[in-house]
């Protein structure tokens, strides 16, 4: 997936539940429905900084993690 500056993302689904699993304990967050902006990609790591609507720090995640927010929501 070609993931640019400024595009709208959130998590794989597989990955979301995953994350949401082994968390259990503690603070709890949906990640099914949190949503954020890419800062930066990087094309040599394949990976992309992500800023996360609820947050004022960003996040750096491997692009194939993250979905582009308008594709339809698949199991």
Do not use: C, Y
Request: proline share 4%; aromatic share 8%.
């Amino acid at each position: 997936m070609n993931l640019q500056r400024g595009d709208r993302v959130r998590l794989a689904p597989n990955i979301a539940v995953r994350l949401m699993k082994e968390h259990d304990k503690g603070h709890k967050v949906n990640w099914l429905t949190r949503r954020g902006l890419v800062i930066r990609v990087s094309a040599p790591t394949d990976s992309a900084t992500v800023k996360w609507d609820d947050r004022i720090t960003t996040d750096f995640w491997p692009t194939r993690a993250l979905q582009k927010a308008s594709e339809k929501f698949e199991w």
